[in-house]
């Protein structure tokens, strides 16, 4: 089993829709949670962090369900620029080393 | 704003070559790592460094060296390039600590033919 489980999609939807992501981790111990955005070909950049009773950024709402172990992330209004793959990351290790450990991301596609 | 810099977006390589990359931060981050990202395994982590002259395996250090003699810089080394080894590559460097975020250099493309 993966560390950390996220549907590659594609999600398809329109412009305006509404669009979650659910991922899963197995290790019940993870510390710290992350979304990252990729657009095709860049880098990997940080969208927002996690927190355990949730947290919202403009359109971004992220929440943590550490029964479940799993992480989710909803998107509103949804624009054409949020057409990327959305990478779930954990931490598992703690301490000063800071170990990331990534999802192989969900690809959104927003259609006009 | 953070600003990791990596030398060279595209790079392309013989077999058995010994390949360098670089990668340096202004951040002044401790922690910096490398990570190579191929289609459908996602990000894999090579080697990282959490201080000057410390360097850690990651999952997948096989055929790779890593080398920080300064804080701001990381390099990474192919000692004998293979096919196997064409990807993107990507440098990030992050503050210690659990819930520290991590920030990434735009990648290099590196092929070996």
């Known amino acids: 089993r993966k560390e950390v489980e996220q549907d590659p999609g594609p999600f398809n939807v329109p412009e305006g829709a509404t669009v979650a992501f659910n991922c899963t981790y197995s290790?019940?111990?993870?510390?710290?949670f992350f979304w990252y955005r990729q657009d095709c070909r860049k880098e990997p950049k940080l969208l927002m962090s996690?927190?355990?009773s949730g947290n919202e950024d403009g359109r971004f709402t992220a929440q943590l369900n550490r029964a479940s172990q799993y992480i989710s992330l909803l998107i509103r209004d949804s624009k054409l620029s949020d057409s990327a793959t959305y990478l779930c990351v954990v931490n598992n290790y703690g301490g000063a080393t800071n170990k990331l450990i990534f999802g192989t991301g969900t690809l959104l596609a927003v259609q006009p | 704003d953070v600003k990791v810099t990596q030398s060279s977006r595209y790079l392309v390589k013989r077999t058995g070559e010994k390949v360098f990359l670089e990668c340096v931060q202004d951040?002044?981050?401790?922690?910096m790592f490398w990570y190579r990202q191929d289609p459908g395994l996602g990000l894999r982590l090579i080697y990282f460094s959490y201080d000057v002259k410390m360097k850690e395996k990651g999952d997948i250090p096989e055929g790779y060296s890593v080398s920080r003699e300064k804080k701001e810089r990381f390099s990474l080394i192919l000692e004998s390039a293979s096919t196997n080894q064409t990807s993107m590559y990507l440098c990030a460097s992050s503050f210690p600590g659990t819930y520290q975020p991590q920030h990434f250099g735009d990648g290099t493309r590196l092929s070996i033919l």
């Open positions: 290790n019940s111990a993870s510390q710290s």
């Open positions: 951040m002044d981050h401790e922690n």
């Open positions: 996690v927190y355990s």
